[in-house]
């Protein structure tokens, strides 16, 4: 198998079997490779999941439309992740979100039968596929969350507070500006505004990436507003 290298380190298979455990069991099932060019729609939201993507080179991104008409992006898939693992099954098992190639892109698809047998044939597998549904579930929790948050000071402060679990005070950003308002969903101007305005009232203190959370109980009213 081409990519198995690639596979072995996916949250799915690491740690399951050795390569040639892993060669040996995936020569059981059947399963396709598939390459997308960049900017090619890979699922659209509310395409039925049918099997299981695992993206082996290259990058996707998950994006949504808000109820004005505006894309927001979810997140970015990057090797050797899966996409949409938590709606392969139950009753509504559709894509939440468009997925789109960001570049030349490869990904493996494992039809839903496929992944059954894995996980009757290695236990590993099994219980990594649980753990990757779990994660998922916390992560569009976190997601759905955040989004509900209507203000732009609301997002901003989600997103600053948990930068700073911790309560050191201190954070550095580890996205541009740019990726930050794609990720709000607004301009880059107005997320400059806000941030200008943040620090020239006093609640934050912003230099460069670096932020310090100066009123952490006014950024917390911000939440929910």
């Given at each position: 198998m081409i990519y198995i290298s690639a596979l072995m380190q996916s949250p799915l298979f690491w740690g399951t079997a050795s390569e040639e455990?892993?060669?040996?069991?995936?020569?059981?099932?059947?399963?396709?490779?598939?390459?997308?060019?960049?900017?090619?729609?890979?699922?659209?939201?509310?395409?039925?999941?049918?099997?299981?993507?695992?993206?082996i080179e290259g990058?996707?991104?998950g994006e949504m439309m808000d109820l004005n008409g505006k894309v927001l992006k979810i997140e970015d898939i990057v090797p050797p992740r899966p996409l949409a693992i938590a709606f392969l099954f139950g009753n509504n098992n559709r894509y939440p979100v468009t997925v789109t190639a960001?570049?030349?892109?490869?990904?493996?698809?494992?039809?839903k039968q496929s992944v059954i047998d894995l996980m009757q044939k290695n236990a590993g597998f099994l219980t990594s596929f649980m753990n990757a549904v779990s994660n998922r579930a916390q992560f569009i929790s976190g997601k759905l969350?955040?989004?509900?948050?209507?203000?732009?000071?609301?997002?901003?402060?989600?997103?600053?507070?948990?930068l700073d679990r911790?309560?050191?005070?201190v954070?550095?950003?580890?996205?541009?500006?740019?990726?930050?308002?794609?990720?709000?969903?607004?301009a880059r101007p107005s997320l400059s505004?806000?941030?200008?305005?943040?620090?020239?009232?006093?609640?934050?203190?912003?230099?460069?990436?670096?932020?310090?959370?100066?009123?952490?109980?006014?950024l917390k009213e911000y939440l929910g507003k």
């Open positions: 455990e892993l060669k040996t069991l995936l020569s059981t099932v059947h399963y396709q490779v598939k390459k997308y060019d960049e900017g090619e729609v890979i699922a659209f939201s509310g395409d039925e999941c049918k099997s299981l993507q695992i993206v990058s996707v991104r960001n570049e030349p892109t490869v990904i493996l698809l494992f039809p969350k955040f989004l509900s948050f209507q203000s732009l000071r609301g997002k901003i402060a989600h997103y600053l507070l948990e911790h309560e050191k005070g954070v550095t950003l580890t996205k541009t500006q740019e990726e930050l308002a794609e990720l709000f969903g607004v505004r806000a941030l200008r305005e943040l620090h020239n009232e006093g609640i934050i203190k912003a230099e460069g990436k670096n932020i310090k959370i100066i009123k952490r109980v006014v």
